[in-house]
């Protein structure tokens, strides 16, 4: 039994020691990914060769593991070292997936709720005081099932964007191109499919105005969180 305990206990720490010792060859790699420049290359190609040897697992250890650890505030560090581009009073919930960090902008503000997943690859824009409730998935790629080879969609411009003041509610999932406009709400656990126009309210699978919200908004999100979470 004790040997067992500590097997395990070494498990927990080796894992730990790997996301300490490659942190910071990702952290440039994905600098490098977002502004590019041969000097950065340089610089970043111990991480190239990491992802190259691990099938990009290393940058997969970190970025699920990030999310785990209890702090607000040091996660919001590690994902600015990453790349992440975020103005001040953000918050970011435990258990949260960033892929591609470093294309992820949010505003002044906003909130993401518990064990979101963001997947960045081809961009996420989100406004200022922006509500992300738990468990909101958000996709910017997504594969082509018509594709011979089950490849990802070729089409560039699949991007989402989420404007000032959305309330994205718990359990919605957001598909690639999507633009949500200012103060639009998705109700919980809807598929939002195609573009939401400004203060509506929708729902459904998939989602379809069911309302609208008032235009007279003025709340502020401050950041006020527990510490540590």
């Known amino acids: 039994m004790k040997i067992l305990i ?8 080796s894992k730990w020691l790997v996301i300490i010792l490659a942190f910071p060859w990702i952290a440039l790699l994905f600098h490098f990914k977002r502004k590019g420049g041969a000097l950065r290359k340089v610089w970043a190609y111990p991480g190239i060769v990491l992802e190259k040897v691990t099938n990009e697992g290393v940058s997969r250890l970190i970025i699920i593991n990030l999310g785990t650890i209890p702090s607000l505030s040091l996660r919001l560090v590690l994902y600015r070292l990453l790349g992440l581009q975020a103005e001040k009073h953000v ?3 435990h258990r949260a997936e960033i892929w591609a960090p470093y294309y992820l902008q949010i505003g002044q503000g906003t909130i993401i709720g518990d064990n979101a997943m963001l997947d960045a690859r081809r961009g996420i824009v989100m406004g200022k005081h922006v509500n992300l409730s738990s468990n ?3 996709y910017t790629e997504q594969h082509n099932y018509q594709d011979p080879l089950f490849r990802c969609s070729q089409e560039r411009d699949k991007n989402v964007e989420i404007g000032d003041r959305a309330w ?10 999507v633009k949500i406009g200012e103060g639009a709400v998705c ?13 509506t309210v929708v729902a459904g699978v998939p989602a ?3 309302g609208e919200r008032t235009h007279d908004l003025r709340y502020e999100l401050d950041g006020t969180s527990c510490w540590f979470y």
């Open 6 to 13: 500590l097997l395990l206990l070494l498990l927990i720490c």
């Open 208 to 210: 379809k105005p069911i």
């Open 187 to 199: 109700c919980a656990g809807c598929v939002v499919t195609k573009d939401v126009a400004p203060y």
């Open 91 to 93: 918050v970011i919930h």
């Open 168 to 177: 994205i509610g718990s359990n919605v999932t957001i598909l690639p191109g």
């Open 136 to 138: 909101v998935s958000i």
